[in-house]
């Protein structure tokens, strides 16, 4: 079955960056792209940018630009995304998500806090 | 950037009833437009793609509608487990931005 599972919750200091990681299986990694999504306690659902796993493509919300890198590595079928320059705001549950007919399976979410 | 405005934000309605959220578009988006229903602590569960049809396994007492800038999301008949906070999401044109979001609770 289709899965997506994310890396650990992470704590970081304000002007550190973070590194979380999305490992697929139940599919082909390359051929659904990958949507990282976050979601601050309380609060709406954040759309931050897209990454084709074929091609290395992505596409990022123009309010992540400069800080947000969307990369993968196919041979372990994982994808990630890289937040930098962190601040208080940037505290949030991320998701990745595949893209199929719909963004159609979701990770579990990463719980990333950031506090002096 | 596509504003996605949802309404309402909260709504309570009786077991049975007939629940409908509506979803504009500030620009056109054809039927580019997905439906989740988000429960506390979970990630969201696609329920709608296309505007329009429903996923795999999904109930069919929800269901979608609509094209260019106005949506609607209904569940025909609000079961207990259908208590979640309901989003919608464009996806024609990036950022693929969602709705405010509606919060569903039973009288």
Redesign the interface.
């Known amino acids: 079955q289709v899965q997506l599972v994310q890396s650990g919750a992470e704590v970081k200091k304000p002007g550190a960056s973070v590194k979380v990681s999305c490992k697929a299986s139940g599919y082909t990694f390359t051929s659904y792209d990958i ?1 990282w ?1 976050r979601q601050a306690t309380g609060q ?4 931050m ?2 990454m084709n796993p074929n091609s290395g493509n992505t ?1 990022y ?3 992540f630009q400069g800080r947000v890198t969307m990369t993968r590595n196919t041979s372990i079928s994982t994808a990630y995304m890289e937040l930098s320059s962190l601040r208080s705001e940037d505290t949030a549950v991320y ?1 990745c ?1 595949r ?1 199929g ?4 399976y ?4 990463t719980l990333v806090t950031v506090s002096s | ?1 596509i504003q996605m405005t949802q309404s309402p934000s909260s709504l309570s309605a009786s077991v049975g009833d007939r629940v409908t959220i509506t979803c504009q578009a500030s620009q056109d988006i054809s039927n580019y437009l ?1 439906w ?1 229903q ?1 429960k506390p602590g979970k ?4 329920l ?3 505007a329009s ?1 429903l ?1 795999t396994g999904v109930p069919s007492r929800f269901s979608g509608s609509g094209s260019g800038t106005d949506f609607t999301f209904t569940i025909s008949s609000l079961q207990p487990e259908d208590i979640a906070t309901y ?1 919608c ?1 464009q ?1 024609d044109n ?8 509606t919060k569903v609770e039973i009288k």
Request: zero cysteines; hydrophobic letters at 35%; charged letters at 15%.
């Open positions: 949507n999504v709406g659902l954040e759309w940018g897209w596409g919300a123009q309010k998701y998500a893209a007919l719909g963004v159609d979701w990770g579990q979410g | 950037d997905n989740y988000q990630a969201p569960k696609l709608i793609y296309d049809n996923e989003y999401q996806y990036l950022p693929f931005t969602f709705g405010g979001g």
